[in-house]
């Protein structure tokens, strides 16, 4: 409630991509003050043994974590494991650094609880994030979204995917293959059948050749189409991939509170928040269903509050993330989601 009344409307004063970098440069020196992390897991850390759970052969301390796109470049992993996060994604990261969309890029929408961007997959590159993975002292389960630089033409992408991923091998826990974001040129052409079975072959054939082969996870966007979602359903069953995450942004625009007129003067972006609860969690239900119960389903998408999380429990997700909710909620929100689903 303080963060609310008070701290967010003057954040909310200033561009969101500055805020988000002042963000990260104030925690990363308060988490430097001695006993400051210990202080920051007092407040937000989590302790509900009953919220555990084991998948992928991995135990998650609790089922909500953050979203790919807030620490891209894998630079606040130890600090934001002390907010309570039962894990986390960083990426989406390329080969090459690249940086990404001009700006401004990054727009709030206060009347929806949402925020739209075309970011563009900025990062620094996988190699920088690897090292700061390897120097990490949290235990925190880590994911790595991993995409294709935006000059790397689709009918190499799967080379991009393949780079990723040996790269981050050794650092992560899971993988999460993104060609779902609506900012890069042509990425979501990915989605299409034929390109995408062989693109998850591919990193299933360089997966198995591991000692201990990682989890793979597929991330789709809101706006593919029944039959399109079949074709997903068919592609994770052939490909025998461990689980999808529904979903990333969208690029619908229906039925939002802000006008019009602000809306086209943002432009072209991925909308995130509240308005998507629905559609993702539509999507997490229907391919629960045709899936079964073996298949892992990450559910993201207008999460602010236990009601939220819980609903896409129910639809068939086993783990949820946050992202936008984080912006809106503050650092609270996985101790308040997670003590209330422990009630």
């Known amino acids: 409630m303080f963060y609310k009344l008070l701290i967010r409307p003057v954040l909310f004063l200033f561009a969101p991509e500055q805020i988000h970098h002042f963000t990260f440069a104030f925690i990363k020196f308060f988490c430097q003050i001695p006993l400051a992390k210990t202080l920051l897991k007092g407040l937000y850390g989590v302790k509900k043994p009953h919220l555990h759970k084991k998948l992928m052969g991995l135990d998650f301390p609790n089922p909500i974590g953050l979203a790919a796109g807030f620490d891209k470049d894998a630079k606040l992993v130890d600090e934001l494991a002390c907010l309570g996060f039962g894990f986390i994604e960083i990426g989406t990261l390329t080969p090459q650094p690249q940086d990404g969309n001009p700006q401004p890029r990054l727009f709030r929408l206060p009347k929806d609880q949402a925020l739209i961007n075309r970011m563009g997959f900025n990062n620094g590159g996988v190699t920088a994030a690897v090292q700061r993975l390897k120097n990490r002292k949290s235990s925190v389960i880590i994911g790595g979204n991993i995409g ?41 052409q990915l989605q299409e059948k034929e390109p995408l079975q062989h693109l998850l072959q591919t990193l299933q054939h360089h997966n198995q050749q591991k000692p201990q082969p990682k989890p793979i996870l597929l991330k789709i966007a809101p706006d593919l189409t029944t039959n399109q979602l079949d074709d997903i359903v068919e592609i994770v069953q052939t490909t025998r991939i461990q689980g999808i995450i529904a979903t990333n942004t969208t690029i619908n625009r229906n039925n939002l509170n802000t006008s019009n007129e602000e809306l086209t003067a943002i432009g072209a972006g991925g909308l995130s928040g509240k308005p998507l609860k629905n559609a993702a969690t539509e999507i997490i239900r229907y391919l629960r269903n045709k899936l079964g119960k073996d298949v892992v389903m990450i559910g993201v998408g207008g999460i602010f509050t236990a009601a939220d999380a819980q609903e896409k429990l129910q639809a068939g997700a086993d783990l949820v993330q946050v992202y936008t909710g984080f912006i809106y909620e503050g650092a609270g929100i996985v101790k308040n989601i997670c003590n209330r689903l422990a009630n």
């Open 148 to 188: 294709k630089n935006k000059i790397t033409p689709n009918e190499e992408a799967v080379n991009d995917y393949v780079k990723n991923f040996e790269a981050l091998y050794e650092v992560v826990d899971y993988f999460v293959v993104n060609v779902s974001s609506p900012n890069t040129p042509n990425l979501r």
